[in-house]
């Protein structure tokens, strides 16, 4: 039995302190040959700061950190790599001019005598290419791969040094579906070589997938453990925010008012042939779903002048508007918290009080110059409002949690008291307690008559916000449901472009 074995890595009463800041208190953790351990918990819950410390990264200030029974202590990443501990960091930590056999032993290259082996190097790489299912030439440049195959090359560096224990962070952050399945495949065969894996994730449906066992953290302590007959969504969330979330989606359906979007017949540059309509009230809260290439965010951005439309008419209120551009759509009303909060919602060098006020910039100045006055009021009052954690307004966006950067795209526009917030995938990469958070908002503006339009590809998300759901299927609304008609079944049945019986 799994109780009876001795663990491969074990930590008993770790603590970490960094300045006013208590990131680990008493943590215990263990991980067995050939098992799949995922550990999940809110931003800031201390997973980051134990996996730093078990990969080498940093030290721990108590507390005991065991390999085979064996107490160690790494000074640094390459003593943890000595040991079989390898972290896979969600950024991705290759050389994109360097081919695939160099990335793999970069630094570690195989010589003789002093002079470099090329064709060993080409051998052995293929070798480990091979293990995570990469049927590819050693020469291939990295930079020419896509993502999910970049991933796949992590793992395969990983292995290079013996690595028992793979830790992974977010792996499948940046990846398609289909590059997440290939993951996927990639985890069970590891598993079955006898590799270890710590998997870190906000996605609970990828934990329950591929989790043998769950190790949830809470303010940087543990807050249980679930066996692989008890993981379920709602055991997960129970225990990651230390209370039933039955009503996590805490909706109060308002009734429709005053038409406030009212588009006819565009067509977004994505998908030139391709009409879409639609209308949305005040107070309402309306999903987009559909597939990944339907043509959701093209959809949002053509409404929000990013990419201007080609035809068709766009109004706010009754009045025509033909957004050329972001600035026109924000002087009719609009506001658009992007997909990519970091590419696009956020100046990550930037502090909060400047990227809270950046939105409010041109209404607040003071004779062509900035009103610092007025930026500072603006960012305390969206740190207030949405109850953002950061240890001052001069805190730089880089260095906060993610559900903590959404909430500063979110505060830059209701300073502006938008009739129109339009938010394209508002809680991704974020914890359950943050989109909690969200979905509060969500509901308190919908209930002082803001519209609210967002796309979404979590079904839970849109099954439980929308009032009423638009499906699109390659460039066009496939079909609307009510909240009543709303379900998984009918959504993919629209998405996949089959009509819904009559």
């Not at 013996?162 to 996927?184: G, K």
């Not at 551009?325 to 060098?349: N, Q, T």
Request: proline fraction near 4%; include cysteine; aromatic fraction near 4%.
């Amino acid at each position: 039995m799994a109780e009876a074995r001795t663990p491969l890595l074990e930590v008993r009463g770790l603590c970490k302190q960094f300045p006013g800041v208590r990131a680990l208190h008493e943590v215990t953790l263990e991980l067995h040959q050939g098992e799949v351990l995922a550990l999940i918990g809110e931003n800031g819950a201390g997973k980051s700061t134990l996996m730093k410390i078990l990969a080498g990264v940093q030290p721990a200030d108590s507390g005991e950190y065991l390999i085979e029974s064996e107490p160690v202590r790494f000074q640094n990443v390459r003593d943890a790599m000595a040991a079989g501990v390898a972290l896979i960091h969600q950024e991705l930590n290759l050389a994109a001019n360097l081919d695939l056999a160099a990335n793999i032993f970069l630094g570690r290259e195989p010589n003789q005598f002093g002079f470099f082996q090329n064709r060993n190097i080409h051998d052995e790489a293929a070798k480990f290419l091979k293990r995570v299912g990469l049927d590819l030439p050693t020469d291939t440049l990295v930079g020419n791969l896509p993502i999910g195959k970049q991933q796949l090359v992590e793992i395969a560096k990983a292995l290079s040094c013996n690595a028992r224990v793979l830790i992974m962070d977010e792996p499948t952050s940046s990846l398609s579906q289909t590059e997440t399945e290939t993951l996927f495949e990639v985890v069970h065969d590891l598993r079955r070589q006898g590799i270890s894996i710590i998997y870190i994730s906000h996605r609970l449906g990828e934990v329950k997938e591929l989790a043998d066992r769950v190790t949830v953290f809470r303010d940087g302590e543990n807050a249980g453990d679930l066996a692989k007959d008890e993981i379920s969504h709602d055991a997960m969330v129970r225990l990651m925010v230390g209370r039933d979330l039955s009503e996590f989606y805490d909706r109060q359906i308002h009734g429709p008012g005053k038409v406030v979007l009212d588009v006819e017949q565009i067509r977004t540059p994505e998908h030139p042939n391709t009409e879409v309509s639609l209308k949305i009230h005040a107070g309402e809260i309306v999903g987009i779903a559909g597939l990944v290439g339907a043509g959701r965010t093209e959809l949002l951005q053509t409404l929000f002048g990013v990419t201007p439309a080609l035809g068709g008419t766009i109004r706010m209120n009754g009045e025509l508007i033909r957004p050329q551009s972001p600035r026109d759509a924000i002087a009719a009303g609009m506001a658009l918290a992007p997909e990519d909060r970091k590419l696009h919602g956020l100046v990550l060098p930037m502090t909060v009080r400047e990227n809270a006020s950046l939105a409010s910039l041109k209404r607040d100045q003071n004779k062509g110059l900035l009103n610092f006055s007025a930026e500072e009021s603006v960012a305390e009052e969206a740190v207030e409002q949405l109850q953002i954690k950061t240890p001052h307004l001069e805190q730089v966006a880089r260095f906060l949690s993610g559900g903590n950067q959404q909430k500063i795209v979110l505060g830059k526009w209701l300073a502006l008291t938008p009739q129109l917030l339009m938010l394209d995938e508002p809680t991704r990469g974020i914890d359950v307690g943050a989109k909690r958070e969200i979905y509060r908002l969500m509901e308190k503006l919908a209930g002082k008559g803001m519209a609210i339009l967002f796309v979404s590809s979590e079904m839970e998300e849109v099954l439980g916000m929308a009032d009423r759901a638009l499906v699109m299927h390659e460039g066009r609304i496939a079909g609307e449901l009510a909240r009543n008609e709303l379900s998984e079944q009918a959504i993919m049945q629209l998405a996949t472009g089959t009509p819904l019986a009559a």
